[in-house]
């Protein structure tokens, strides 16, 4: 398997993008870990990976979205999202997550890629606006993979995503990428209506003859506006696609992606063990996407270095969270994120301004998180990777008590206190 994925990559992808990935994403990425554990050890943070969503605006409505698509239209401008980039190159990072919105829709983006040739940009997008020309200057900079969004079939597409021809406008961007040689991924947020469709040897199989290069798989989250409960996975659901990905990993030439678990299979929030964090659409430093609350923002007058560093509300984030949960604290534990953003006068960071009501109405449920049914990764090479590059730094070692672990499965009512309604944003100081 490790073979035939080796000569999928020398055979299929133009050879300066993969020596360009390997060089940058590859090497890069693994030294940025390194000063990491090394920064820990001093007693220092700044994440080694960082996402920035560089826009609000969307063409699509998808179900479940928590950004204000509709809003607005807000961006980090070309000059900021530079800044912060070189800021964090500073520290070691070498890798960057761009998320929107839509990011193609920001008419400077591909004037950010190529304005940090060293360093490597992951594109989380729909893939509707990646035209020849787009493709086409995506090869000549070298530095970046899309990322490319499929939802489900042609009707599970247009129903989850809120229009129509979702799937067909998609599959084209994802083909013209391909066909210019790109090193391109498929991503899924698993839910109820894909599950059966996407979560199969016959859909991996498929990416692998198109020329698909890697995929991830995460699980969708109910939150946001208008979160559809319906959609979200039940725990045997969630085991069904850890144990996939794992099954995946060992026996199909194509690279896994997953977020939420180390070597032997324990579950992680990289939010709470400080891998990575988020900056959003305005400039605030969020713990991760799905968190809109922030104390600080990349446009303070100190380094983000210093900021990132000394940020109590981010600290306070890690260590309550990693005390009380290993899965997803916004799923589990909303109202740990309701306590947070009351002690340190948290702003609300969307446009609509109603993100602790949408905390106080989250259903909790399980996540990842599920002891006893840890499920190790088969591959020694996912094992080795993780060993040294994905695990909780110590954060869950220092800090998770399970005996404040509350399990919404077997107690929903106990596991689901009323937490008193609170109001943040213009009240905490909601200065953007």
Known sequence: MYLKLARRFLVETDKRL????V???????????????RRLKRGEFFPPFLYLSVINSCNLRCQGCWVDVASKQHKIELEAANKTIAEAKAMGNRFFGILGGEPFMHKDLLKIFAAN??????VFTNGHFITDEVAAELRR?????????????????????GSDGVLNKTMKGLETALRHKLLVGVCTSVCKSNIDDLVRNEWVDRLIEMGVMYCWYHIYRPVGPEPNQDLALSSDEQRRVRQFVVDTRATKPIVVIDAYHDDAGNALCPAVTGFTHHIGPWGDIEPCPVIQLAT?????????????????????FRELTA????????????????????????????????VIAELNKVTPRRS??????EIRERSFV?????????NDFGTYAKHFDVAKYQDPDKAPQENNPQVHQIKVGTEAGDSR
């Open 23 to 37: 060089w940058t994403l590859g090497l890069g990425g693994l030294m940025s870990v390194h000063k990491h554990k």
């Open 296 to 316: 600080e923002s990349i446009h303070d007058d100190r380094p983000l270095a210093e900021t990132m560093n000394k940020s109590e509300f981010l600290k306070d």
């Open 323 to 354: 005390q009380h949960t290993r899965g997803c604290v916004i799923m589990e534990r909303p109202d740990l994120l309701v306590q947070l953003a009351e002690k340190h006068g948290a702003r609300d960071t969307t446009a609509r301004k109603s």
């Open 141 to 161: 900079l070298g530095n970046v993979t899309p990322l490319i969004s499929v939802e489900g079939s042609e009707i599970i597409s247009d129903t989850r995503r």
């Open 382 to 390: 996912y094992r080795w990777a993780k060993k040294y590059a994905f």
């Open 368 to 373: 990842q998180y599920q002891q006893g049914d």
């Open 117 to 122: 040739p060293d360093v490597y940009f992951q």
């Open 18 to 21: 993969l020596m360009k990935a």
